[in-house]
């Protein structure tokens, strides 16, 4: 099955209207996912409880038809609690393959910064290469494999950093903020007169994609066109965060790489069959910002990631 730009970006609509049936805005939010799923990419989510992250996650789950799966991380959570372990069959004399939650196409790791570093590093082999090692022996993921992690901000209590390698393998963290009072408004009118929480099946979400035509858009992406002039603006622009002085630890070349995926799939998403430098701008503050360190002096002048994010776009040459 092939499928055109155009069909990409009716698809991805389909996707936001299904969505936008219980989801009160977070728009950009959602076009986000839809970058990750395309370009292959996981999203980190942080935001304050009660700002429908999980309830998003599954929104999306039911229009892509991406088999759900969660995990509730926990400060007592162990490895073999995400991945699965091998038990011992009495009866077959042999051992058996337990899955854990791990098996699943759109996994939601919730508040994944609740667990100790050690239980969240059994996420690195699936994220980068979407397969599992359990006692010597591989087990795959399959292609759209996808982690859409929440976590609270790391000024609450009861939780951890993230490792910095962890960190690295997602596409995007974005911060999901508070509602406008307008927003909150149609919220409570739309919630508020159900007993009990909502459930997706209240909302009528149904269906609009499957594996082929998930598939399919992921390989029109792959014919858009990543200019000369593209790479070394995107390759300019993640360097720049490694030589500023205000930044104590800049991106890696992962960072460039997954940058210039997704504003493929940018590109894709609005019909186009080549990439231009606002599809890199639009995408370089949830691609690099939690890939950065403010250096000790940049923390106490209460410098934000984000306000230096945005002065490297201004001050990095972009190819006209």
Do not use: W
């Amino acid at each position: 099955m092939s499928m055109t730009l155009d069909e990409t970006r009716a698809l991805a609509q389909s996707i936001r209207d299904e969505v936008g049936k219980a989801i009160v805005g977070q728009d950009e939010t959602v076009e986000h996912l839809l970058i990750a799923l395309i370009s292959r990419g996981h999203v980190l989510l942080e935001g304050p409880p009660g700002t429908a992250k999980t309830f998003l996650a599954q929104c999306f789950s039911r229009a892509t038809g991406l088999d759900f799966g969660r995990i509730q991380f926990t400060p007592d959570l162990l490895p073999g609690d995400i991945l699965g372990s091998n038990l011992f069959n009495f009866q077959t004399s042999q051992f058996t393959l337990t899955r854990g939650p791990i098996f699943c196409e759109l996994l939601l790791a919730d508040e994944i910064n609740r667990t100790p570093p050690k239980t969240q590093a059994a996420l690195l082999e699936a994220m980068q290469e979407r397969r599992v090692t359990l006692d010597g022996e591989t087990h795959s993921l399959g292609d759209h494999f996808m982690v859409v992690a929440t976590q609270n901000p790391i000024e609450n209590q009861g939780v951890y950093p993230l490792p910095e390698a962890q960190l690295d393998r997602f596409s995007f963290k974005l911060l999901v903020p508070y509602p406008s009072a307008e927003e909150e408004a149609r919220i409570v009118e739309r919630f508020g007169n159900m007993s009990g929480p909502p459930r997706l099946d209240d909302f009528g979400i149904v269906q609009v994609a499957d594996q082929a035509r998930i598939t399919a858009a992921q390989e029109a992406v792959g014919t858009v066109t990543l200019a000369k002039e593209i790479i070394d603006y995107t390759v300019n622009l993640v360097r720049a965060t490694r030589e500023s002085p205000e930044l104590a630890s800049g991106a890696s070349p992962r960072a460039a790489v997954l940058l210039a995926n997704s504003a493929r799939a940018r590109a894709a998403l609005h019909g186009r069959g080549y990439v231009i430098p606002d599809d890199v701008k639009a995408l370089a503050t949830a691609s690099l910002r939690h890939r950065l360190l403010l250096s000790p002096a940049a923390e106490i002048e209460g410098k934000q990631i984000e306000e230096l994010v945005a002065d490297l776009v201004e001050q990095t040459e972009a190819p006209r």
